[in-house]
């Protein structure tokens, strides 16, 4: 399922809604979850995950091709952990 | 910068702020996203989110674990686990905002 397809079944649950109401509506949502991560914040989903921020120490990393050693500075990457309705979903008959 | 958690409120105050819909419609709508994707997910699909993310449901095979505690071992059965990998996009987002 791509972006385009979510919207797609949005819009036919939704037929009093404009297509293009329902492109904003998805896309804020995604922007938000990304917009609160760039701020530092977590987005708990019950049922579904749990997006946060997780960060990663500084540390002496090497260049592969020539085996010098580099800094590499702290930084900060997106994380996502499923939720357990959505876990148990997956594994069940 | 940032301990605060977002929940499902959040996003649907976002959405009404943005398309003018009643608090309660924006409320099901962020809803409907949410069931979407893990139907989906559920059924074995790929969801790729173009400049968000994609989620992979990814099949893990039988292995024997340990009890960490006791070390006894435990069998652990098969399962579908969910990963999440972000877009360049997000990851330069989130790495840019939380510089110090």
Redesign the interface.
Known sequence: ???SE?IQ??SE??PH?YQR??E???N??????????????????????AFS?K?RDPRLGRNPRTGEAVQVD?????F?K?GKL??D???EE | MGDKTLTRMDLSEAVFREVGLSRNESAQLVESVLTHMSDALVRGETVKISSFGTFTVRSKAARVGRNPKTGEEVPISPRRVLSFRPSHLMKERVAAGNKR
Request: proline share 2%.
């Open positions: 399922m791509i972006r979510l079944k949005i649950e939704n809604l109401d329902v904003r509506i998805v804020t949502i995604f922007e938000e979850i990304i917009s609160a991560m760039a701020r530092g914040d977590r987005v708990e989903l019950r049922g579904f995950g921020v960060k702290e930084k900060h990457v997106p996502f499923t959505l876990r979903r997956l594994n």
